[in-house]
Every structure is written in structure tokens, then in C-alpha cells.
């Protein structure tokens, strides 16, 4: 067995997990997307301010908002998913003990990304997306679904890690076909395995 071979054998599983856990995620997307076109149009201009923060020139505006609601909605949305067919879980008794990890996770993101998101979208960053092509004039030139995009594929691979190392690790301790194979055969003492 070549070695390329080998290390595509151990790793099959977690590119399976990883596949789809990045469906569940691309789903997720669509329904975080969603949910921003709604309250971006239907509540108050996206840029406007909600509360200032005391001695700073910050301020809370409505994209923060808006992209916390939109991620609390795509959260619970994808925890479901991921928890069914990424790692299945089927203990109901556990889907709050589970779902508070995923949250926290994603919580951790999300303050990540609403850092980036006001890095994208304030006038006054060096990052800022440009207003000159994205000037908010249609729905693919908003640089607010620009910036939510970017946070996206910015905070996904870490939330990828995390959940699974410790959101689902409960679940793979309880059904040893959805393991690490690697670590499975570590801690199982497979002679064949150490040898090589």
C-alpha cells in the first residue's frame, strides 16, 4: 500500500465529516443569507446607529444586529443538521448538553466575525469594502451580504475544529464507527497500526 494511499485511509472519514459538515454549512449559508435579506428590509437602514459605545467613536449599528440574528437562526439550523447526519447524534436527552457547545462555538464566531464585519463596513477602515463597485444599489452590490459573506468562510474552518473536537466528541465516544480512525486504532492497541 503506498503511503499517499495510507494517509487518504486514515483521513477518508474526516474528509466525509468535513464534506458534510461544509453542506450543512453551505445550507446554513442560504438560511443566514436569508434571514439578513428579511431584516435588512423590512427594519431600519443597516448603517444606522442602534447605541454608541462610551468613549469611542463606535457604535452599535443595525448590521450588528442583523448578522446576530441571522446567525442565532442559521445556528440552530445547522446544530440540527450537523447533530442528525454530520455526527449522528440521536440522544434526545442530550440535545441541550450538545446544542450549548455548538453555541458557544458559534458565539465565539460570531464575535469574530461582527470584529470583521465592522472592519468591512466601516467608512473609516483601511479594509473597508469599497463603495465604488459595492454601493448597496442591488442585492449583489451590497456590501453588507459582502461583508457576511466574508465572515462566513472566515469563521467556518474554526467552528469546523471546535465542534468537532468539542461540540460532537461525546457523540464519537459513544459510536466508535464515527471516531478518528487514527486515534481509534491508537487507543484500541492495533499492532498492524503501530507498526507502521
Known amino acids: 500500500m503506498s503511503v499517499v494511499a495510507r494517509i487518504l485511509g486514515r ?3 474526516n474528509l466525509v465529516l468535513l464534506t458534510r459538515f461544509g453542506l450543512v454549512g453551505a445550507s446554513g449559508v442560504v438560511v443566514n443569507l ?4 428579511a431584516l435588512r428590509r423590512l427594519g431600519p437602514h443597516f448603517e444606522d446607529v442602534v447605541v454608541g459605545l462610551p468613549a469611542s467613536e ?9 448578522s446576530t440574528i441571522a446567525f442565532l437562526v442559521a445556528n440552530l439550523w445547522n ?4 447533530r442528525s447526519w454530520t455526527f449522528r447524534s440521536v440522544d ?5 448538553r450538545e446544542y450549548w457547545p455548538f453555541l458557544t462555538v458559534g458565539l465565539a464566531g460570531q464575535a469574530l466575525g461582527l470584529v470583521l464585519l465592522t472592519v468591512l463596513l466601516h467608512p473609516g477602515s483601511p479594509l473597508a469594502l469599497p ?3 459595492l454601493d448597496d444599489t442591488s442585492g449583489l452590490r451590497s456590501r453588507l451580504y459582502w461583508g457576511q459573506l466574508t465572515v462566513i468562510a472566515v469563521v467556518t474552518p474554526l467552528g469546523f475544529v471546535l465542534n468537532k473536537l468539542w461540540t460532537f466528541g461525546a457523540v464519537r465516544a459513544h459510536h ?3 471516531g478518528d480512525p487514527v486515534r481509534t486504532h491508537d487507543l484500541t492497541g492495533d499492532p498492524d497500526e503501530r507498526a507502521r
Open 34 to 37: 436569508l434571514v439578513l435579506v
Open 176 to 178: 466508535r464507527e464515527l
Open 58 to 66: 463606535f457604535n452599535v449599528r443595525w448590521y450588528h444586529l442583523y
Open 131 to 133: 463603495r465604488s463597485v
Open 79 to 82: 446544530f440540527q443538521l450537523n
Open 92 to 96: 434526545h436527552s442530550r440535545w441541550w
Open 11 to 13: 483521513h477518508a472519514h
